[in-house]
């Protein structure tokens, strides 16, 4: 592809998924992936993805970083997460077909979404209200990892368990600053340690960060006016058209 073409590719993918990351938390590799796809492969597109995924998880974090504290609750799921992805990650990324897991996941993130977006359902409600969400941080944490390493998909399912924590909506948003910017910059290094390096990749990254800073700015004014009811919703929404991508990905 020309010069001017990935750069149009780099634009749509960076200014889709930074409008999607301003307005939720998270949701940028998620929305830029599949477009990055059509001239990338997967391991350079986790390159391109480095600096916009750090700069983009610094503002986010500095801008709520009052809400440091909570960080003592899901410490664990954080560091789990990055110690799978960075002794694993880069290894079985280059190794393993991850189709049918791809698949896998992507029909448990519908299935999850959905339920969240439909009215409640009582028995379904009295067995999440019966789960300490404490005794699955770390384990969710553990599962992100693993598959992360295969996938380079690593939210699920710990977001799913920050969004069910019930955090308020600048909480929630700190989180996922701190664990997607850890566990991609862990990732990524873990590439590093197995041998796979591609400057080039980063330095488009780079070039990626100019329409995704703009992007990022406008999808934190529609951030601020979300009620927290909208603002999960939202959260939600992006994990059911995230799985279903990953779906049809997969077939």
């Not at 409600?125 to 690593?154: F, V």
């Not at 368990?161 to 989180?175: G, N, P, R």
Request: with cysteine; glycine share 10%; proline share 4%.
């Amino acid at each position: 592809m020309e010069i001017y073409g990935i750069l149009a590719l780099l634009s749509l993918a960076f200014l889709l998924g930074g409008f999607v990351k301003g307005a939720t938390g998270y949701g940028m590799p998620l929305v830029a992936t599949p477009i990055l796809l059509m001239s990338f492969t997967l391991p350079q597109v986790v390159l391109i993805m480095v600096p916009a995924i750090f700069f983009s998880n610094l503002v986010q974090g500095f801008q709520t970083r009052q809400c440091w504290r909570i960080l003592k609750i899901f410490w664990p799921m954080v560091a789990a997460n990055c110690l799978i992805l960075l002794f694993f990650g880069g290894r079985i990324l280059t190794m393993v077909n991850a189709s049918l897991l791809t698949l896998f996941v992507g029909v448990m993130m519908v299935i999850h979404a959905g339920l969240s977006l439909a009215p409640p359902i009582g028995a379904v409600e009295r067995m999440t209200s019966a789960i300490s969400i404490r005794k699955i941080i770390l384990p969710s944490g553990i599962l992100s990892g693993l598959l992360g390493s295969i996938t380079t998909i690593y939210g699920f399912p710990s977001l799913q368990v920050i969004v069910a924590a019930k955090c308020s909506k600048e909480e929630c948003a700190f989180l996922f600053s701190i664990f997607l910017a850890s566990g991609h910059l862990a990732l990524w290094r873990g590439m590093v340690l197995n041998d796979y390096s591609d400057p080039a990749m980063l330095q488009w990254g780079l070039v990626g960060c100019v329409p995704m800073f703009f992007a990022l700015l406008a999808g934190r004014i529609v951030h601020k006016k979300l009620s927290v009811q909208g603002f999960r919703k939202a959260v939600n929404l992006v994990l059911l058209l995230a799985g279903l991508g990953l779906v049809l990905k997969s077939l």
